[in-house]
T-cell receptor, first 111, second 114 residues
Framework: TQLLEQSPQFLSIQEGENLTVYCNSSSVFSSLQWYRQEPGEGPVLLVTVVTGGEVKKLKRLTFQFGDARKDSSLHITAAQPGDTGLYLC???????????FGKGTRLSVIA | DADVTQTPRNRITKTGKRIMLECSQTKGHDRMYWYRQDPGLGLRLIYYSFDVKDINKGEISDGYSVSRQAQAKFSLSLESAIPNQTALYFCATGTSGPLVYGQFFGPGTRLTVL
């Protein structure tokens, strides 16, 4: 069974600080996605990474896929209150298996 | 208009009642999914469908059933609701292909079973 472990589970920081959250597994994934979920809403897809070692940037967010395609990180530079939310990672295995979701990191950015 | 819609958005019901949650999508995706979300447990897959004639059980299918009426519609039923089915339910869609590029979620249905 493929599992994705996210850390930390909770993170509370001041506006302007930098942070990194992690998504780790012992399994290899063909692709990995990051989502952000705000209270009362569904998760929204932020990015998909496919190639080992790949780095993608989305404004102040930087996503990295591990060389072995078993782990990923999300780095936020100069966090803002609008970044507050639940960040979920999800991995796609081979064939037609459904996505595996981590339990998420709940981020709170305080103004 | 939203690409993935869910009805109802909120529902309160009593133990033993039959409940149907509906999902419609305009994204043209062939794959559709039902998840439930509980605090501390994350998203758990209930059922998924890769096309109209394909239905698969997920991690927690007991007590639930689904119907894929058309490519754009996927409904979830609770035949006899019980209190531990109180949760936030999400429908999602996705594309097929050799690589999975991500899923697109509806706004969710908050279900309370008394």
């Amino acid at each position: 069974t493929q599992l994705l472990e996210q850390s930390p589970q909770f993170l509370s920081i001041q506006e302007g600080e930098n942070l990194t959250v992690y998504c780790n597994s012992s399994s290899v994934f063909s692709s990995l996605q990051w989502y952000r979920q705000e209270p009362g809403e569904g998760p929204v897809l932020l990015v998909t990474v496919v190639t080992g070692g790949e780095v993608k940037k989305l404004k102040r967010l930087t996503f990295q896929f591990g060389d072995a395609r078993k782990d990923s990180s999300l780095h936020i530079t100069a966090a803002q209150p609008g970044d507050t939310g639940l960040y979920l990672c999800a991995g796609a295995g081979s064939g037609n298996t459904p996505l595996v979701f981590g339990k998420g990191t709940r981020l709170s950015v305080i103004a | 208009d939203a690409d993935v819609t869910q009805t109802p958005r909120n529902r309160i019901t009593k133990t033993g009642k039959r409940i149907m949650l509906e999902c419609s999508q305009t994204k043209g995706h062939d794959r559709m999914y039902w998840y439930r979300q509980d605090p501390g447990l994350g998203l758990r897959l209930i059922y998924y469908s890769f096309d109209v004639k394909d239905i698969n059980k997920g991690e927690i299918s007991d007590g639930y059933s689904v119907s894929r009426q058309a490519q754009a519609k996927f409904s979830l039923s609770l035949e006899s609701a019980i209190p531990n089915q109180t949760a936030l339910y999400f429908c999602a869609t996705g594309t097929s292909g050799p690589l999975v590029y991500g899923q697109f979620f509806g706004p969710g249905t908050r279900l309370t079973v008394l």
